[in-house]
């Protein structure tokens, strides 16, 4: 076996394991993305129902009533955002795919050369660039050049179908946790809100610190912090509403 073709199996491994790592990372998006669509659920729910429930101590109906409502509005508002802004990705992507591919059918040996030039600024030597760029040309022109000049995977469009629904279905299970502990007969349902929204913000701010490699107390302090704020500005807020009205 020669160098040169020891060189192009191990450019060709090391493409197949990007890869396999870009489709990890992007499933890793989608859950992060998911773990902070249920942290502004709570946040959220919580913010409203706890107003509520200061402006009108006991009144399970109008409580009820703020927590559904704001549980439909926002998860409703999550997943009509995350739809139009995933369809705008995606349509992004295809003009740019459409572009890509009407430059190979007028220009191939262009495209050619630019594919080699993007090998070489990668480090390989002008020799293993250029068979790599005629072996992936050769193999699908298209997914070479859009992955590599664009990082996009023609075959694997973002959904944003998918994403909608992701975006609601977190949203919803978090904004859940408010929902139901303002509700509970008897005791301080405030308090008790309190407590399980806190625990659900330490819990969210661990896994979008975990997923994202970031340092973690930091990002569990400012969730925590920040969910903590507003529950306690909207409940002033209704404190100060029910005094007025009473």
């Known amino acids: 076996m020669t160098t040169t073709q020891t060189g ?9 394991e990007s890869h396999l790592e870009s489709n990890v990372g992007q499933r890793l998006n989608w859950l992060r993305a998911g773990v902070l669509g249920a942290n502004d659920g709570i946040v959220s729910v919580a913010g409203v129902v706890v107003g509520v429930a200061a402006a009108t101590p006991g009144n399970v109906i109008a409580i009820a009533t703020a927590g559904i409502a704001a549980l439909v509005a926002g998860a409703f508002s999550m997943a009509g955002g995350e739809y139009v802004s995933v369809s705008t990705q995606r349509d992004t992507e295809k003009a740019l795919i459409e572009k890509e591919s009407i430059e190979l059918k007028e220009h191939p040996q262009a495209e050619l050369a630019e594919l080699t030039g993007m090998y070489r600024k990668r480090g390989l030597s002008a020799e293993l660039a250029k068979q790599v760029a005629e072996e992936l040309t050769e193999h699908d022109a298209l997914a070479a050049h859009a992955e590599v000049e664009l990082g996009i995977d023609p075959d694997e469009y973002t959904s944003p179908w998918v994403a909608a629904f992701s975006s609601f279905i977190a949203f919803t299970l978090g904004g859940l946790i408010p929902m139901l502990m303002i509700l509970i007969p008897g005791g301080n349902a405030v308090a008790l809100t309190a407590i399980a929204v806190v625990v659900g913000l330490f819990l969210t701010g661990l896994l979008s610190a ?37």
Not at 9 to 14: A, C, G, L, R, S
Not at 223 to 245: E, K, P, R, W
């Open 210 to 246: 975990k997923l994202g490699e970031a340092p973690i107390w930091p990002a569990i302090i400012r969730n925590v912090l920040m969910g903590s704020a507003t529950m306690v500005a909207t409940y002033l807020i209704g404190m100060l509403f029910g005094v007025a009205i009473g």
């Open 8 to 16: 192009f199996e191990t450019v060709i491994d090391h493409l197949h």
